[in-house]
Each structure stands twice: as C-alpha cells, then as structure tokens.
C-alpha cells in the first residue's frame, strides 16, 4: 500500500500497564505470601516501583489444570515459568508423546498424485473447514477462555506406556525457556487437578535480581542444565575436558538484553531504533567475549551523525574476540579500545565469557583470528542499504523469508495461486509488503529464528515442525485467540472466519459467533517439492530467504 | 466479476470452438465451383494450370480416393497409405512400368525400390507452379555418382559423343569438305558455306537434317543413278524346247519372224502356185510343202527335237532363283520346269504371273514390280517361248522395267526410286540366299551400288534383322539424353559455327567402318566433344546447368503425345 | 541484486540446435530418398507445440513437483524459437498456398511473435515499474485512483472553505478532473516516456501563479497526489499490458493447435 505522510505516535508503554493474570485477588496474594517458597524471598530487597507483591499481582497468575492438560510441550517457546502450588504433575521421560497427542499437526509428506488430487479437489469457496475432524482432539475451552488447552484423554494409558517423573508441589519448571528463550525441552501435563503460579519472564527477572536464593537456584539450574551443552557445542570451548568447562561455566556470566516482547513495542514503534539497549559501545574496554545464544545482536561504528550497521549476529555468533586476542597478545599497545557497538535488536541472550577465561582457555590454543569485523566497515556505505533495512525492518529474524525481485517480477500472481492450489484455495500470503529498491519482502510467513508468534499460544497449535523446522499452525487445536496474529511484528498470520463447505460461516452454537482460525504460509509442509510459490514462478523473481545467508553473501 | 484470467480462459475455449467451428463448416464441405472450394480445408493450394480442370466432375476425388467417402472409409484413408501414383498413371503411361525407376526395370541398388510421382512431382503450389521443375538433388536422390554441377563433376561424354554409330548414309565429311573440291573440275561445286550447304539449319532440332539429295548430292552423283540396273529374270538355255510350239502359236500367234515367215511363204506360195500352175513347179511338189510347213514351225516334231538349238546361252539370274524357288539357276534340268511353266503363266497373264509368284515371297510385291506393263511380260515371254530374242520396240527407255533381248531388268527412274529401294529391303530380309543377297548388293554392278552410299547395317546379333539406311537419321538413339541444336545456332552465329563444337578428325578411318554390316563398329569423322565444350557456357555463374537441362528423367519422348490420347480415348 | 541463472535457456538452447540440426540433416536425407520430410519435421513440430502448449497446463499444476516454473520457461522460450525455425523448415516457404494452410500459418506467425513481444515486455517492464518506488496490486488500482480523487476533491473543498477563493477548485473543474478521473497519458506510460509529468508541469499546474500562499499548500499536495497518481497509472497501463498480451498469445496458440490438429489428419487421410 501507499502511504504518504502520517506518522502514528503514542504514549510510551508502562510495565504493568497490562498485568500477566487480570484475577489474582488480594486473597490469592496472602496465600501466595504465605508459602514458603515464596516468603523465602527477600521482599524487602524489592525496591518500591517493583515490589514482590506488585510482581506476583501483576507478572503472575495462578491457573488450574484439570487431569490430563498439557501444561507444557517439549518444542514449545513460553515466556513463562510455572511453581506448583498444588497437585501432581508428570514429566514425560520416554518415550516422548506424539504429536496428536500433544495437539500438534501430524505432518505427512503427500505423494505425487496425492498431490494432485488438489487439482479437482480444491476448495472454490474460501476457508472451507470439515469440523467434524475437530472433535477427535482432546480440546477444552475456546477463544475466549483462558485456560483453554489441549488435553490427554487417556492419563493412565500414557502412564502405562512412558516412563514419567512426578512433579510435586513446590517444583519449579520452565524457567530455562523464559528466561533464555529457548523451546521447552520437556513435555509436562497435569496427573490430577493441579494448581500452579504462572510468572511471566519480567516477573521472573525481577525476582532473579533481586531475590539472592532464586537467582543462585535458577542460575545453579541453567549453568547444569543448559550453559555447558551451549559451552560445548562452540568452536572455542568444545575441546575443553569436563572439569575445565565446570570452571569456565562457573564464571561465565549471562546477561539478557532488550524486551522479551519487542516485537509488540516494535509493532507500536515501527521505525524508531534509538531505544536499543547496548550490550558493549565503541571506545570502551572489552571486558568479555559475548556470544549470543538467542535473539539479534546489531553490530554498529558511528559514521557522522549516526550510527553505521556494518553486521548483525545472531544465535551462535560472538563479539569481541578480535579486540581480546590482539590485547593479550601485544599487551604494549595503548589502543585497546572497542572499535564498534553492539546493541540487541529487540532482544538479545547473552553469555559474557570474563577475559582473563579466555586468556587461561582459549588463546593460547587458537590461531589470531584472520579478520576483524572492521573489514565489513570498509565498504561504500551505498552497499548498507539492503542490510540497514534488513535490519531495521527485523527481517534479520527470516530463516525462509519471501523476498521478490521487483525487476523480474510481472505482477502475474502465478506464486499466489500456486499457494492457494496447495492450500485448499487460500493463498496464505500476500504478493505485497515492504520493499527496498528492487527487494520485496512479501507478506509471508518468514519462519523466524526467534518466533515470537508461538510464544502464549494457549494449546500449541502453532508450533515448530520437527521434520522440516516450518513454523506452522495445527488447525484442530487452533482456538482462533489471534495471540500469535497480534504477536506476529510483520503482520503474516491472518485470523480467517472458517465455513463450511456450502460457504455458510460456522458460528458458535451459544452465541453465534463466528469461528476464527489463524492461517499462514506453512511452507507447503507436507507438500511434495517444497514451497510452491518458488517453484511457480517463472521469472526466478520470488525466492525464500534465510536472511542469515543472504546477509553474508549479499545476494538471493 | 471474472478475473482477467477468467476472460483469457474464455476467450481460449472461444478461439478452439471458432476453429472447429470453421472446420466443420468447411472441412467437409461440398465441392464448390469449379470442383474445390478456396474454403475447402483439405484444399492446400490451388492446381497448376494443366490439372486445373480435374476437379471440375469429381473434386478432389480426382486424385484423392478418400474425398468424400463414408465416414469410416475416410478415417480407414489415415491408417492407410496413399497411392496418389496410380491416379497419376490413368492419363500418364510409359513405355516402362510407371513406378520403376526411368520407367526401366534397372539394377536397383536397393535404395529406391520403387517410384512414386510425388517423389518427384509436387502438386498445389498454384496455378502458375511448374509440377515438372526438378532440383539436381533430386536426380542424385539415387544416382551413385555424385557430383557438385555439370560443369563440376560431371561424367566424361562416351567416346565419339555425341556419335554412337557410324553416319546412316557414307559420307566422308573430311573428303567432301576438304579433298574432293580441291578438284578443278569441281571446284565450282564446293560448299562455300560449308556445313550449312547440306545441313537445312531451318530444320534444326536434336539433328540438323540434310537437305534433299538433289539439292546436295546430286550435283555430282546424279549421273551414277541411272545406270544401276536390276536385273530380274533372263531367258535361259535349255537342254531341249520345253514348249509346245502349237500352243504358243495358238497364244501367241505367229511370232514376228513367223510373220515374216509367213510374208515369204506367202509369196512363195504364189510363186508355188503359179509354177504349179504353169506346171514348172509341178516337180517336187510334196518337197515344197513340207518345205513351207517347216518354215511355219508346222515341220515334223521328231526332226524339230533333233534340230532344237536355244537361243540363248545364259543361266538364270538370282533373283530369278529366289523368284522361282529353283535349287540351282545354272542347271537346266532344276529350272526348265518352273521357267516353263512362269513364261507359260506370262504369256497367258502377262506381270500378273511375276506378282503371284513374288507375292509368296513379300507382302510390297505389287510395289516391287511398279510400272512393269503386261504387254511387256506377254511379249517377252512369247518370244522366248518360240526361242527367240525378245526385240524391244525402242531401244532407249528413260527408266523403269524394260526387257531386252534375253532379260527383263530394271532401270532407275532416280535416286531414291521405290522399286529399286523396295528389291534392296527384300535382299537383307532373313531368308534371302546369300547369293540374291550379294548380288542385289553388289556395290560393283546394277543396283547394289546404292549401298555404296546407304549403309547395311545390322545392329546386334544375327538374330537380329539387317536393313539397308535410307534415310539420314538420329545419330543417337539415347532417348534419355536431350540436346536442341537450334537455340545453340542462334547463340553461336550461323553455320561457321558448327565447326566450334563438331571437329573434323582428318585421321578417322571413316570409311573402314563401312566395310563391314555391324553400326558400332566404326570411326567418326568427328572428334569427340567434350564436357568442357559444353561447361564452356554451361558453368556455375553462366548459362544453367541442371540435369534436367539435358536429360529426360521419362525415358520416352513421346509422354506429352501419350497424355493426349490417354485423354481423348477416355 | 538476483540473477537470473541463464543455464536453463543454454542447456535447452544447446539441446536444441543437436535436435535442429539432426532434424535439417535427416530431412536432407530423406529428400535425397526421395522420401518426404515433412513427415518427420511435421510430427516434430506438432509434438514440439503440445509440448508448448503444455507450460499452460503446467501453471494450474504447481501443486505437484514437475519442475520450477523458470525452467519451464526457459524451456517453452527455446521450444518456441525452435518450433519457429522448425516450422520453417516444415513449411519451406514463407507463405503457403492453400486458404487453410494459410490460416494456419499466418495464427502460426502470430502466436510466434506475439511470444517474442511478451517476453519482451517481461523482460522490461518490471525494472521500469519497480523504478517507480510504488508497488500495488492490479486490482486494487481502480480503488486507489478513486481515492486518490476522493482525497483531491476533499483538499479542493477544503482550500475552498480555508481560503475563501475558487481559484483551485475552478482549476480542478476546468482541468485537473480530466486527469483524476481514470489512468491517463497510457501510451507514454507504455513506451516510458513523461507525458503525464509533462502535462502536469504545463496545463495541469497552470493555475499556480493565479493563487495565494494559503491555496498554494493545498494546491502543492494536489500535485503531489498527481504525481502519485501518474505512478499509479504507469502500474497500471505496464501491469495491465503484461497481463493483457496473453489475450493474444493464448487463445491464438489453442487455435494453432486445433488448426494443426485438423491438418494432420488430412494429411494423413488424403496423402499419407
């Protein structure tokens, strides 16, 4: 679309503008107070913008689960951890649940002439739904619900079946994907009724830094659990044995940067990236390496007035290395001082690995490192353009982002039906989006890196697909809550009124409500030959993106 | 609203159901005017002018057998295959088979087996498109010897080209150009214009034929005509008279010195008389009467066999033999019979007798004895039967039969007389003995001279017939071959020209290859011309070249002819 | 920044001279049996313009694995070339005789060079399109242009009332109204020139030195959204005539087909 002039402005958000659980009641917070998990925490160390009380009214909330619910999925991103209050709950061990089970979309590659079928067996009238496939699934609640959730319907069955561990009250889980914002690892569900504390990531993040015990506690389960695997599988400290990594893990430092919900601020602040929080800035001393384990770092050098981008990192990449090695190893020079800026681009996860680790680890074992990051800053900056805007627009987060060639593109809107014919006769994206020079990138689903879309959907329904990594959306467990549509910064999910297939709106029985469903590009999972759009295109104009690679080769 | 798409869509299906509509329309149409409808949609062009009228009745079933049939004939013509050749041949016949190669059972080398005319003849490329146009490639579809162009590859002419055989008539070119009129006595004679003396180029085609022989020849060689005489029968010696005097008297009537006879018997019988009556005579009267009776020829046979002495002492001539199927014409006892009994017939029928007795042995008896009077046959054979020389009434004929004392012979009226002409095919008929042969032959005497100058030739075995080359002709007989003397006339300039390609060759044994009767053996009185004579004009750049130029791929001259009368017999 | 990869177009193109030339060579032979090869490049040809045919088909198939589109094109851009040069070499002149044939031949001709233009202008339109900086969907250009006239004639009403002058709103009645009221200037839009700048820098913006400074800022955004406008237009006539060449090349390419369907039949039944 056009737009010309205009430019929206609002109020700045406030943390607690929107609480986490809008029914936590003052007598919920006397209960909560008198645990003694909880009255372990030091409330008096809280300063008094944040008190504890203020965050368990406010970032947290208490849920129930009937037997059977699924509480969390092993896959799924949260950003929030749970503290049994009440009940049992069972962790699935092995072998793992499948994914009907888990109300996941069970994915089977389609043969050629099952393929075909879709010739003649496409739908002409739009978002045609079968419902009666919905009953099969154990699904309780609805849009409007909050506690609506996907089900086991046979506990003891899945007893017998998988080894479990019990979870007992006082437990606390889920920690490790809120704070670090990685999918869960396990899958969890409710044996009996159960009662637990839900606190979202902000919440947890205050009590972490301002409660000694729960930081020491969840601290102590991340560096067990998480930080040496994520030690290991890098370049520098995969060959160090288990007793050094134990001493490198306990003096790594990990540090989170940015909002755990940019993308709704980046959603309401479109263009404005003054705001981001700086992990290390130019001219300063490196005092660690820093390697991102999740989210988007900016890497920046001024340049006038501004600040130039010369590269972004994301998950696996490090920054600092150069100026560390040249430090230890010419001790004599004077400038040591950074020569770029890193700042997190909405959010970022960091690990912060102490100089003098490197120096005792790592240095003396590795060759100088062959380039520095100030080679990327010796370019014309016209040759920034398509990567400023890659990254202002957060398209950096894409791993299968749609992008056209305007020059070669004829408008003929051949991918378009090429999605709706493998899509029951739906396109699920749109042949238009934001463009620089010749690059669209087109309203489609990019299958982010960090996808923030899955993130409070209330049954799982949109999830990352083992097989192929596609973030796709199960239809049978959808609610049609629209949390991942408003979560989505570049708008690619669509909340689509479903019918049958007489093109008659399937409502709510009790209030006649029309039925939504959320819809994206799913990637032809499923499909035989993968995106359709991409193949459909006759002039080479349309390709899927992984930003990461486009980036670094600068061209599709 | 439809989509732009919807529209193209539509507008597809309009287009495909507007072209099947055209289809139906046409496809199957009526044969409209003039047979074919320009609408027609099995119509791929119009017919060249010469077959343009054949769809007037039919249509395209002229050609085409699958035009108009049923339904499941026409489907049967596409899993058939077409014999669009047999049509061709209703009005197009040859010599050969139609579909063999040059209408000529070859040695076919497997590569075209059989001919079709579309191979080479492509119809329906309009009314002014050649159906005979041919390209080189076509000829080198399936001749070995492959080569670029005439003038580039081109097999070398046969020796002698374009001459095969010797010339029909014995002419030395060499001699009658350059020898013979060096002589003074000639010398006003010669052909000043050379070639084109003799060689009407008026008439030039293939040949450039020879202006008559009383034009050309004649001036010096007329003289020699006249004294060639055939001879056809003499009156030969006979052991004993083998006629019956009274008989021939009785035919015949006194004969002429009977007459005489009787002239002087008479007057001696007046003489006898009136001594009878004076009574002189009175002696030795019986004496006296036989006397005049043996004058009559009334004498007493018994003494006149004694007395028989013939006339003539010849043996019969061998056309005579030949004429009378006798064994041997020098043995009285073999021919006193049929001789006999041929100047009996002559007497009673004149030439009559001759024609029936040559008639066994020609169908053109009549014309070999053209112009023989009765009287002539009669008389000379009343003569001879009464054993005595035939005296002809004039002595000088100016030609034609003619009898003289003891013979009948025939003189020339001219060249080319059809009397002489028609005794000489009859000599080289099979049949004929040698003898007769020889003699009619005989370049020495009598009318044989005329092979003096008109070959005998016969071509192959001896199976195969001789004739005697009256006639100045076609020196090749390569039907297949094609060359137009007239256009090169005009190109080259007039008759001096001739010399440019056809080179005396002063050193040919011409006139050894007349001495024996077989035409291939021979040597010409030219040099061969060569291929590059021709490649001179006839090169890439110049004058055209295609083989068509030159040759016939129909190895019949006569194709147009036949079309004709294919046409007016249907 | 994208390239297109040119090794589809030279492994068909190389494919297809072998197959040209193996065809050119093969008809030399049978000529020289005396045989006829237009039977061998007939069969060819017809394949060559099922297979053709078929990119069309091959459209409404993107649901199933059968090649990427762009190599289908490339493939029915050589075949196309191909089948052109084949069709010479089938026909053997320019111009055929019969009535039929001709049709045949003259839809053959058109089909080819109506190929020939649109791939031209899809070689070359995008870039000029996307040298506008606006991008819009076809079908939503009539309700952007109404907009566009819907928010001009508001600014002229409101100069109207700011102002107290008529002086703009007589300029919109009198000239700029033609302008706004569909796409205009379509042929300088096609062939790239400026015709609408340069109407607009004349007759459309005339009425600039008649008004005062409050009307010139109305004035000045009416003329932005001309300006708008003209791009909208250039989408529209360029988009529009990428789409619109298939009119041509579509159902003319079903009737060649069906044409020569028919003539291969009759070739069979009265010849072959």
């Known amino acids: 679309m056009v737009d010309v002039g205009g430019v929206a402005t609002m109020e700045r958000p406030q943390r607690w503008a929107t609480p986490f659980g809008l029914d936590v009641s003052d007598d919920d917070i006397e209960m909560l107070l008198k645990r003694s998990d909880i009255a372990a925490i030091e409330a008096d160390r809280f300063p008094a913008h944040t008190s504890l009380e203020g965050v368990l009214r406010n970032d947290a909330r208490i849920v129930k ?203 309401r602040l479109r263009g404005g990236s003054g705001q981001e929080p700086v992990l290390a800035r130019q001219g300063e001393y490196p005092d660690g390496l820093l390697m991102i384990r999740a989210g988007f770092a900016r890497v920046s050098v001024k340049h006038g007035t501004g600040e130039r981008t010369i590269t972004y990192l994301g998950a696996g990449d490090h920054f600092g290395l150069g100026e560390l090695y040249a430090a230890w190893k010419n001790p004599e020079i004077e400038d040591m001082a950074m020569k770029t800026s890193i700042s997190a681009l909405g959010y970022v996860d960091v690990l912060r690995v102490p100089a003098p680790v490197l120096e005792e680890h790592v240095f003396p074992f590795m060759e100088a490192p062959a380039t520095t ?59 238009h989006g934001k463009s620089s020079e010749n690059l669209m990138v087109a309203n489609a689903c990019m299958h982010c890196a960090d996808p923030v879309c899955m993130i409070g959907c209330p049954t799982g329904a949109i999830h990352r697909s083992v097989q192929s990594g596609s973030v796709i959306i199960n239809d049978v467990t959808c609610i049609g809550c629209g949390t991942c549509a408003n979560s989505c910064p570049y708008s690619n999910i669509s909340m689509v009124a479903i019918s049958d297939s007489d093109g008659r709106t399937i409502t709510e029985p009790t209030t006649g409500k029309p039925i939504f469903k959320a819809t994206k590009c799913d990637y032809c999972e499923g499909q035989p030959g993968g995106p359709a759009c991409v193949r459909a295109c006759a002039h080479d104009a349309l390709k899927r993106v992984d930003f990461q690679e486009f980036n670094s080769t600068g061209s599709m | 609203m439809r989509s732009l798409r919807g529209y193209r869509g539509r507008l597809s299906l309009l287009m495909g159901a507007f072209v099947i509509a055209i289809i139906a329309a046409f496809g199957f149409g009526e044969d409209g005017v003039n047979g074919v409808s320009a609408f027609n949609t099995a119509n791929p062009g119009d017919l060249s002018a010469a077959h343009a009228n054949f769809t007037k009745d039919v249509g395209c079933a002229a050609c085409h057998e699958a035009h108009d049939k049923t ?48 191979m080479c003849h492509t119809e329906h490329k309009g009314a002014g498109a050649s159906v005979v146009a041919m390209s080189d490639q076509q000829c080198h579809a399936c001749h070995e010897k492959k080569f670029t162009s005439f003038s580039d590859g081109h097999p070398k002419f046969s020796k002698d080209f374009p001459s095969r055989r010797r010339t029909a008539i014995l002419f030395n070119h060499t001699s009658h150009l350059d020898k013979h009129f060096q002589n003074k006595r000639y010398v006003d004679k010669a052909p000043k214009q050379r070639c084109v003396a003799c060689h009407d180029t008026a008439l030039a085609d293939r040949n450039v034929p020879v202006r008559a022989f009383e034009k050309t020849c004649a001036a010096c060689h007329e003289s020699q005509i006249a004294k060639r005489d055939l001879q056809l029968l003499t009156f030969p ?161 100016l030609g034609g039969w003619f009898a003289d004392e003891l013979s009948i012979n025939y003189r020339p009226l001219r060249h080319g007389d059809p009397v002489v002409r028609g005794w000489l095919d009859l000599a080289v008929v099979a049949g004929t003995p040698d003898d007769v042969r020889n003699l009619l032959l005989s370049k020495s005497e009598g009318a044989g001279a005329c092979a003096k100058c008109h070959s005998v030739s016969r071509e192959g075995g001896a199976d195969k017939a001789v004739k005697v080359e009256w006639q100045f002709g076609a020196q090749s007989d390569q039907r297949h071959v094609r060359y137009q003397h007239k256009p090169h006339l005009n190109l080259l300039g007039l008759g001096a020209s001739c010399e440019t390609c056809h080179t005396l060759n002063p050193d040919a044994e011409y006139d050894a290859g007349f001495k024996h009767i077989d035409p291939l053996n021979f040597a010409s009185n030219f040099k061969s011309i060569e291929n590059k004579t021709c490649a001179t004009c006839h090169a890439k750049d110049k004058v055209k070249q295609e083989c068509t130029l030159c040759h016939e791929y129909h190895n019949d001259h006569s194709i147009r002819k036949k079309v004709v009368s294919n046409i007016q017999e249907k | 920044m994208s390239r297109r990869s040119k090794l589809p177009k030279i492994f068909f193109g190389l494919i297809s001279i072998v197959v040209f030339g193996a065809l050119f060579w093969q008809s030399k032979v049978i000529m020289l049996r005396l045989g006829e090869p237009a039977i ?76 020939v233009v649109g791939y031209a202008l899809q070689r070359s339109l995008p870039r000029r399109l996307t040298q506008t900086g606006v991008e819009i969907i076809y079908e939503r250009i009539p309700a952007e242009l109404a907009e566009i006239r819907e928010r001009v004639e508001a600014l002229v009403l409101e100069c109207t009332e700011k102002s107290g002058s008529d002086t703009v709103a007589q300029h919109y009645m009198g000239t700029l109204n033609w302008y706004f009221q569909k796409p205009r200037f379509r042929l300088s839009h096609f062939v790239g020139g400026d015709a609408g700048g340069y109407w607009l820098r004349g007759p459309g913006g005339a009425a600039r030195r008649y008004i005062n400074d409050v009307e010139k800022e109305y004035f000045d955004q009416i003329i932005a959204l001309a300006e708008l406008k003209s791009l909208v237009d250039r989408h529209f006539v360029c988009q529009g005539v990428m789409k619109k060449w298939l009119f041509l090349h579509i159902p003319l390419a079903v009737a060649v087909i069906a044409l020569a369907i028919w003539h291969l039949i009759l070739v069979n039944v009265y010849v072959i």
């Open chain 1, 373 to 431: 990051i100030m080679d990327l800053a010796s370019t014309p900056v016209a040759d920034d353009a398509l990567m400023e805007w890659a990254v202002d627009e957060r398209f950096v987060n894409a791993t299968r982002a749609m992008v056209i060639d305007l020059e070669h593109c004829v408008r003929c809107d051949d991918c378009v039906r090429a999605c709706a014919s493998t899509h029951n006769g739906n396109p699920r994206f749109r042949r």
């Open chain 2, 237 to 397: 010696e006979f052991e004993a008279n083998p006629f019956d005097p009274a008989e021939i008297l009785a035919a015949c009537g006194l004969t002429k010195a009977a007459q005489e006879e009787v002239g002087e018997l008479s007057s001696d019988l007046a003489k006898n008389l009136a001594d009878l009556q004076d009574g002189d005579g009175s002696k030795d009267l019986t004496a006296r009467v036989n006397e005049m009776k043996a004058k009559l020829g009334l004498g007493d046979p018994p003494t006149a066999v004694e007395e028989y002495e013939s006339v003539s002492t010849e043996t019969l001539p061998p056309l005579a033999v030949l004429l009378l199927g006798v064994e041997d014409g020098e043995d009285p006892e073999s021919y006193t019979g049929p001789m006999r009994d041929l100047v009996n017939a002559m007497i009673e029928s004149g030439d009559e007798a001759v024609l029936e007795l040559l008639s066994e042995r020609t169908k053109s008896a009549k014309q070999l004895l053209a112009g023989m009077s009765p009287e002539l046959a009669r008389s000379v054979a009343c003569a001879w039967a009464g054993n005595q020389e035939y005296e002809a009434p004039s002595e000088s004929s």
């Open chain 2, 71 to 118: 339904a499941t004939q026409w489907i049967q013509a596409a899993w058939t295959p077409g014999n669009l050749s047999k049509k061709c041949s209703s009005c197009h016949t040859f010599d050969g088979p139609a579909e063999s190669p040059h209408n000529k059972t070859f040695k076919i080398d497997g590569a075209v087996a059989k001919t079709e005319c579309a």
């Open chain 3, 40 to 115: 061998l490049t007939g069969y060819t040809l017809m394949a060559s313009m099922l297979l053709l045919g078929f990119f069309n088909f091959r459209k409404k198939l993107s649901m199933i694995p059968i090649g990427r589109a762009s190599t289908w094109l490339a493939f029915h851009v050589v075949l196309g070339v191909f089948a052109l040069a084949l069709f010479g070499l089938h026909v053997g002149v320019f111009w055929p005789q019969g009535l039929y044939e001709q049709m045949l031949a003259g839809s053959f001709y058109m089909v080819s060079l109506s190929g």
């Open chain 1, 65 to 267: 689960y009937r037997q059977g619910d699924l509480v969390v999925r092993e896959g799924d991103y949260g950003n929030s951890a749970f503290l049994v209050l009440d009940g049992n709950l069972r962790v699935v061990l092995a072998p793992k649940l499948p994914n009907d089970m888990l109300g996941r979309h069970q994915t089977r590659k389609k043969g050629f002439f099952e393929a075909l079928t879709q010739l003649w067996t496409n739908e002409t009238i739009p978002e045609v739904r079968n419902i009666s496939g919905y009953k099969q699934q154990g699904l309780r609640g609805s849009a409007d619900s909050p506690d609506a959730r996907v089900f086991l319907q046979d506990v003891p069955a899945v007893l017998d079946e998988h080894r479990t561990a019990v979870l007992q009250e006082g437990a606390l889980f889920g920690e490790l994907a809120a704070l670090g914002r990685v999918p869960r690892t396990a899958t969890i569900f409710s044996e009996d009724d159960a009662v637990l504390l839900e606190i979202r990531w902000q919440g947890l993040r205050e009590i972490r830094k301002y409660d000694e015990g729960w930081r020491r506690k969840i601290d102590q389960l991340y560096r067990e659990s998480a930080l040496k695997n994520h030690l290991q599988e890098s370049k520098m400290f995969g060959g160090l044995d288990d007793e050094k990594l134990d001493a490198v893990s306990n003096k790594v430092l990990f540090e989170t940067y940015g909002s755990f919900d940019w993308n709704v601020s980046f959603q």
